[in-house]
């Protein structure tokens, strides 16, 4: 049984008009042709739908059992040319993102702006490492990553913002003037705690890096994550290098000072894989790019 999407409009359609002229006008196409779409259809389905009379095209007792099943095949038709026109234009479909502490504000943000220009499309945000995003982005299995600048030459970046380290102080020992604190000083004497490595592994290294650079030692203790981590600096259990992005957590019970010099930046790009056609991807990509000009690349600080 062979019978195409058009055979059934035309079905459909002149069953509607019961008239072969106002059909094929209907149709935008000549009577001729609509007959033969009918006949064509008819002989596919061994049955005759419509007989010809002095009022027009009457539909069989089959064609009129057939009618309803035939107009929500056509409507349902409609729909997924519909939804594909949609996709292929980047207006519906699915937006699979990861970001990390640094764009914590920043992708979320973005999203909500991106949700407004095209509300049928459903973005997934995930937070994950940017060890993980490189991988999920090389599989395809990740359309966009907020993550450190990739390594791998398939996958192509938007330069968005450089994020720092800082040192988290519990504010209740810092002491009467915030300004006159000794950050080298507490580096080296005063407690320092620590994020478990495989939670953040590209943090980990940032700051397992920067101790090395500057010869710092002395973790106590870890902890499963950031809040957690800031947390204890706040109850006064000691201190923490952590990304400057913090500070929307931080709150007063925490102080947080920049550090600087070797290893102590890093910068955040969007990235992507542009191996893979993604019209919803690039309709992200044009809204990232036209609220947010690529920074500059700045002269490494990590040697």
């Not at 019961?18 to 049955?47: C, D, H, M, V």
């Not at 006064?236 to 290098?241: E, F, Q, S, V, Y």
């Amino acid at each position: 049984m062979k019978f195409d999407l058009r055979q059934l409009q035309a079905f459909v359609t002149l069953a509607e008009t019961a008239n072969y002229r106002e059909a094929a006008n209907r149709l935008f196409i000549t009577q001729p042709a609509l007959t033969k779409q009918i006949q064509g259809l008819e002989l596919s389905l061994g049955t005759t739908l419509f007989n010809r009379g002095r009022h027009g095209a009457e539909l069989t007792a089959i064609g009129a059992q057939l009618l309803t099943q035939a107009s929500a095949l056509v409507e349902h038709g409609k729909g997924f040319e519909h939804h594909a026109l949609a996709l292929a234009s980047g207006v519906a479909g699915r937006l699979k993102m990861g970001f990390g502490l640094s764009s914590f504000v920043l992708a979320p943000s973005l999203v909500a702006r991106f949700k407004r220009q095209v509300p049928e499309v459903l973005v997934h945000l995930q937070d994950m490492p940017s060890a993980i995003q490189h991988e999920l982005l090389l599989s395809g299995q990740l359309q966009i990553g907020f993550m450190r600048r990739p390594q791998a030459p398939q996958l192509q970046e938007h330069r968005l913002l450089t994020d720092r380290l800082v040192l988290a102080v519990p504010t209740q020992l810092i002491g009467p003037d915030p300004a006159a604190f000794e950050v080298e000083r507490a580096l080296t004497r005063q407690p320092l705690l620590q994020m478990v490595g495989h939670r953040c592994p590209g943090l980990t290294q940032q700051i397992a890096s920067f101790l090395g650079a500057n010869r710092l030692t002395g973790m106590i203790q870890e902890a499963e994550d950031i809040q957690t981590l800031v947390a204890l600096v706040a109850a006064g259990i000691g201190n923490a290098i952590l990304p400057r992005s913090v500070s929307f957590i931080a709150g007063p019970d925490v102080t947080l000072y920049p550090l600087s010099g070797p290893y102590s930046e890093w910068e955040i790009s969007l990235v992507w894989n542009p191996t893979f056609a993604d019209p919803i991807r690039d309709r992200f990509l044009a809204l990232v790019r036209a609220e947010h000009p690529e920074v500059e690349a700045r002269p490494s600080l990590s040697s």
